[in-house]
């Protein structure tokens, strides 16, 4: 397999896009919804979406307008993906087969690591009450913030209970019996093409 890097002018349009695509035959591609939703009425972009094998839809949050408009895209398939860049990987997933619309939700079981969800006093909440996600295992005992101390001090969290998990900001609740339903942010921190502002 081959990573293929987007130039910057392959970015621009979705037809300098789908030629990208069909220059070096990518199957795979990420996209923000943001991006999805900006490109889906275009030609090309319909085009490009015939040609691949896998859209992977994350970096944002998703609406189930996005969702539902990526699963009828004409792609091969679509996995919505949650995942912190901190932590480099998607840590949870729904495939787009699996939605019937309505809220995205992540089945836990998918994930090999440790997710807790847990209030302001750092206690773990109740099923479906509301709380910060927060991450183990492996992924939570690094330090990710390599030129900031302050910030891993503020990010990692070595609980009593759980070990080293990192706090991810988002706020989620559990629901349909180990599903996770992400809920927003707990401070002003907004994406827009998968770019945080």
Same mark, same amino acid.
């Not at 030629?19 to 919804?33: F, G, K, L, N």
């Not at 090999?112 to 302001?120: K, P």
């Not at 080293?164 to 942010?185: C, H, P």
């Given at each position: 397999?081959?990573?293929?890097?987007?130039?910057?002018?392959?970015?621009?349009?979705?037809?300098?896009?789908?030629?990208?695509?069909?220059?070096?035959?990518?199957?795979?591609?990420?996209?923000?919804?943001?991006?999805?939703?900006?490109?889906?009425?275009?030609?090309?972009?319909?085009?490009?979406?015939?040609? &691949?094998?896998?859209?992977?839809?994350?970096?944002?949050?998703?609406?189930?307008?996005?969702?539902?408009?990526?699963?009828?895209?004409?792609? =091969?398939?679509?996995?919505?993906?949650?995942?912190?860049?901190?932590?480099?990987?998607?840590?949870?997933?729904?495939? !787009?087969?699996?939605?019937? /619309?309505?809220?995205?939700?992540?089945?836990?079981?998918?994930?090999? =690591?440790? &997710?807790? &969800?847990?209030?302001?006093?750092?206690?773990?909440?109740?099923?479906?009450?509301? /709380?910060?996600?927060?991450?183990? !295992?492996?992924? /939570?005992?690094? #330090?990710?913030?390599?030129?900031?101390?302050?910030? #891993?001090?503020?990010?990692?969290?070595?609980?009593?209970?759980?070990?080293?998990?990192?706090?991810?900001?988002?706020?989620?609740?559990?629901?349909?019996? !180990?599903?996770?339903?992400?809920? /927003?942010?707990?401070?002003?921190?907004?994406?827009?093409?998968?770019?945080?502002?």
């Amino acid at each position: 397999k081959t990573l293929v890097l987007p130039r910057r002018e392959d970015l621009r349009t979705p037809a300098s896009l789908e030629a990208c695509v069909r220059r070096y035959q990518v199957d795979t591609i990420h996209v923000s919804p943001s991006r999805f939703l900006q490109y889906r009425s275009d030609p090309a972009f319909a085009q490009l979406l015939r040609q &691949i094998r896998l859209l992977l839809a994350g970096s944002e949050p998703l609406s189930e307008y996005a969702a539902g408009l990526m699963c009828r895209s004409g792609c =091969g398939e679509v996995i919505f993906i949650y995942g912190a860049s901190e932590l480099f990987g998607p840590y949870l997933t729904r495939f !787009g087969r699996d939605y019937s /619309g309505g809220a995205i939700t992540y089945p836990i079981s998918d994930y090999d =690591g440790e &997710i807790h &969800i847990l209030d302001d006093g750092k206690k773990p909440v109740k099923k479906g009450e509301p /709380g910060e996600l927060c991450i183990g !295992g492996v992924s /939570g005992k690094q #330090n990710r913030y390599y030129s900031s101390e302050a910030l #891993n001090a503020e990010k990692y969290f070595a609980h009593p209970d759980f070990g080293r998990l990192y706090l991810t900001g988002d706020l989620a609740k559990e629901v349909n019996d !180990g599903e996770i339903a992400l809920l /927003g942010r707990k401070d002003s921190m907004v994406k827009l093409f998968g770019i945080r502002i």
